[in-house]
């Protein structure tokens, strides 16, 4: 993996630990009180030669969704304090959340720096033009749990991201607690073909490292054959089930936002039974023949929000985003 990230332990942590249980099963959760680290996922080119680091960010949360403004406490140190991060936090882990163009003048040493402070503590992700940060759409799909470790195939390297087209304006109007719809249309090449659930989810999956656990020696010394899709995932990165689907989330604003139908989680719920891509049964629903996709989003309190539309095949993702200024 290419991030790595420091967990400080401090008041209130719940450790969890089984009877007999090792160092290694010890299993340390948090629903709240706990910071979000900012993380600098790597560089990738556009095919016009400009540059852009991607940014993403661990909520070391379970349930809370900190809310930062744009500041002192989530800001950038070039270009100004504001380039486009987000000021809602989802739980857990959120990779390639967002890019910012580098400016044409960096080279290899000069760095980005993204500072978020929560629950006291600051945090920072330094971006830099180094030929080992730089990304293409296999570690995308790789990181993101679409294949195993070291997987590839022809067919998921011809993978293109889906599309959304907003039929709603970028920029609209509602009240606290009346609905507004919003309509996009998804459109993707049918990259990765859907395979079910768990991690034969997966566009490409590397089942070598799991070679024998068929077979299992009982306390004579004989071998029963064990049905491997009863085991739990074995692998070194995070599962991801593939499968084209959309969601919208909240962005940025000053409070909640309810969206009917439920929208499929964007972050790495990997429990069993969320409405998740990262949990094990989870299977993609079907989408509308003509690709059209309508959210009802209310909105709890006034203010400016931005939503994101975020079109996912599996593998790669884009999104488009939706300015709403919310009256009394």
């Known amino acids: 993996m290419r991030n790595y990230f420091r967990v400080l332990l401090g008041a209130g942590a719940l450790l969890m630990v089984c009877p007999g249980a090792s160092a290694q099963s010890t299993m340390l959760t948090y629903s709240r009180g706990q910071n979000v680290a900012p993380a600098f996922e790597g560089w990738e080119q556009a095919a016009d030669g400009s540059k852009y680091f991607v940014f993403g960010y661990m909520n070391r949360n379970w349930?809370?969704?900190?809310?930062?403004?744009?500041?002192?406490?989530?800001?950038?140190?070039?270009?100004?304090?504001?380039?486009?991060?987000?000021?809602?936090?989802?739980?857990?882990?959120?990779?390639?959340?967002?890019?910012?163009?580098?400016?044409?003048?960096?080279?290899?040493?000069?760095?980005?720096?993204?500072?978020l402070t929560t629950?006291?503590?600051?945090?920072?992700?330094?971006?830099?033009?180094?030929?080992?940060?730089?990304?293409?759409?296999m570690i995308r799909m790789s990181e993101?749990?679409?294949?195993?470790?070291?997987?590839?195939?022809?067919?998921?390297?011809?993978?293109?991201?889906?599309?959304?087209?907003?039929e709603t304006p970028s920029t609209v109007t509602a009240r606290v607690g009346e609905p507004v719809d919003i309509v996009a249309i998804v459109t993707d090449d049918g990259i990765p073909?859907?395979?079910g659930a768990g991690l034969v989810g997966a566009a490409v999956q590397n089942v070598g490292s799991r070679a024998g656990n068929d077979l299992t020696p009982d306390s004579s010394g004989s071998v029963t054959r064990v049905n491997r899709n009863m085991r739990p995932?074995?692998?070194?990165?995070?599962?991801?089930?593939?499968?084209?689907?959309?969601?919208w989330f909240l962005y940025r604003g000053p409070g909640a936002v309810t969206f009917d139908p439920p929208q499929i989680k964007v972050w790495e719920d990997t429990r069993v039974g969320a409405n998740s891509p990262w949990a094990p049964v989870w299977v993609a629903p079907d989408m509308p023949s003509d690709g059209r996709v309508v959210v009802r989003a209310t909105f709890a309190k006034p203010g400016t929000y931005v939503l994101r539309g975020l079109a996912d095949d599996g593998g790669l993702t884009s999104g488009e985003d939706i300015t709403v200024t919310v009256t009394p």
């Open 63 to 115: 349930q809370e969704e900190p809310d930062v403004p744009i500041g002192p406490d989530n800001s950038f140190d070039v270009g100004g304090a504001d380039r486009g991060q987000p000021t809602h936090f989802l739980p857990r882990r959120n990779r390639f959340v967002f890019h910012v163009k580098v400016p044409d003048t960096f080279s290899e040493t000069d760095e980005m720096v993204w500072t």
């Open 119 to 137: 629950h006291g503590q600051t945090i920072k992700a330094f971006a830099s033009l180094r030929p080992d940060y730089k990304m293409d759409n």
């Open 144 to 166: 993101t749990g679409a294949l195993g470790a070291g997987s590839s195939s022809p067919e998921i390297r011809a993978n293109t991201p889906p599309q959304v087209e907003l």
């Open 193 to 195: 073909q859907p395979r």
């Open 233 to 247: 995932p074995s692998r070194s990165t995070v599962g991801k089930n593939v499968g084209l689907h959309a969601s």
